[in-house]
């Protein structure tokens, strides 16, 4: 059977499968998204100097809904074209240009569903006595990485390489709202080899959070506090060098633990998407964009999932 959305839709189970958003989730990226994608469409197909008539050429089999479908579904399953293709009755290069066209778009729609945190607003849960000395309200930071080809050349290579992963990556610094647990910013996609710190600092992110709102990360984030203009940043507390960690500390950086356990679950939900977890196969220039798009999708799940 060829994959369309509305026979799809009498399996739930398996349109979460493919997707990883519910029904009523996936409607309401519809709604969302198709506006959009139909403008941008559009633009393309009046911008000045088209040598191609409107209409001409093999026409599509797919309705644009369909074509948002099929790039869910590669993000989350991340088949090659082909697989693809044949799942949904064309050819690897209609997948190809398909994709193209609507990453942009789900891209877009992903970033525009990333809030800071409202400063005026109360925490729902109070902070551990313990914690007293971080920011009240902050957001959580962390990276992950995706292992890619390695390239010929060896500078480009050695770039790559990253020394925890053993192995050649892309970074992406993710940022979370400690309270929803959803993506706040996304930051541009890095070699493996550049230090987390390094990273954060480049990507101006302490700079951009609201008035008193701070940052905190876990032990490859130290010093993160220099980076914010008024220091509202915190990281666990490091070992004193030849001596035993003082109780307190371990008391400390358990809590601490705690607190921002939060941006590992994110970051978790993000990687059920296949196309950042399985080896990369893509060009490197459209890794950030996969990432976002994907950061709005879990967004949107979890906004079906924070209590009232």
Do not use: C
């Not at 008539?53 to 369909?66: E, K």
């Not at 550049?194 to 940052?215: C, K, N, W, Y």
């Not at 080896?279 to 009232?308: E, K």
């Amino acid at each position: 059977m060829i994959m369309r959305y509305i026979p799809l839709t009498q399996h739930p189970n398996v349109f979460y499968a493919v997707t990883g958003l519910r029904i009523t989730e996936f409607d309401e990226l519809l709604a969302d998204v198709l506006p959009r994608y139909a403008q941008t469409e559009q633009e393309r197909l009046t911008r000045p100097h088209r040598q191609r008539a409107i209409g001409a050429g093999h026409p599509f089999d797919l309705s644009m809904r369909d074509h948002i479908l099929l790039t869910v579904v590669w993000l989350r399953v991340y088949p090659t074209h082909e697989v693809l293709g044949y799942l949904f009755g064309v050819s690897d290069s209609t997948v190809s240009r398909l994709i193209g066209r609507v990453l942009p778009v789900l891209e877009r729609a992903g970033r525009d569903t990333m809030r800071m945190p409202d400063p005026g607003k109360k925490r729902r849960r109070s902070l551990d006595d313990l914690l007293r000395e971080t920011p009240e309200l902050a957001v959580v930071i962390d990276s992950f990485e995706q292992r890619v080809q390695r390239p010929r050349d060896r500078d480009e290579a050695d770039g790559l390489y990253s020394g925890k992963k053993k192995q050649h990556t892309l970074k992406s610094q993710v940022a979370v709202d400690e309270e929803s647990g959803q993506v706040v910013d996304i930051a541009e996609s890095v070699p493996g080899r550049t230090a987390d710190i390094r990273l954060l600092e480049e990507s101006q992110l302490m700079t951009r959070l609201p008035e008193g709102v701070g940052g905190i990360g876990d032990s490859a984030y130290q010093g993160l506090a220099r980076l914010h203009p008024h220091g509202l940043g915190a990281s666990p507390r490091k070992k004193p060098w030849g001596k035993p960690r003082p109780p307190e500390d371990a008391a400390f950086n358990t809590a601490f633990s705690r607190r921002r356990m939060i941006v590992e679950n994110t970051i978790g939900r993000m990687r059920r998407y296949q196309s950042i977890s399985q080896p990369d196969r893509n060009h490197r220039q459209h890794h950030t964009p996969r990432v976002a798009a994907i950061a709005g999708l879990v967004n949107r799940q979890l906004a079906h999932r924070m209590p009232a």
